[in-house]
């Protein structure tokens, strides 16, 4: 697939020591705010539906967290969105 050439080159170039902490650090920053991305647009205040849910935080009840993390934990049970 790779000429020689190619290998050598992604060898001498890519795969240095002291890259790789900057490849973890990339890739951990990417991983994070992909996670953040999906917490928050799992929110009731996000609208997906207009027609069948236009309201989805009036579906929240008052024993429902929420929030990522509560520390308090006043809460019985974490809110999920069966709908859309």
């Not at 170039?13 to 953040?36: D, K, M, N, Q």
């Not at 799992?42 to 429902?64: F, I, M, R, S």
Request: contains cysteine; glycine residues 4%.
């Amino acid at each position: 697939m790779f000429t020689k050439a190619t290998k050598t080159y992604l060898m001498k170039h890519w795969y240095r020591s002291e890259l790789i902490p900057l490849y973890a650090t990339c890739v951990g920053a990417v991983g994070v705010c992909a996670y953040f991305a999906s917490r928050a647009l799992k929110n009731p205040e996000v609208v997906w539906d207009k027609t069948n849910n236009p309201y989805p935080w009036l579906h929240v009840q008052q024993n429902e967290n929420v929030k990522l993390m509560d520390p308090n934990g006043r809460f019985e049970k974490q809110w999920s969105r069966d709908r859309l």
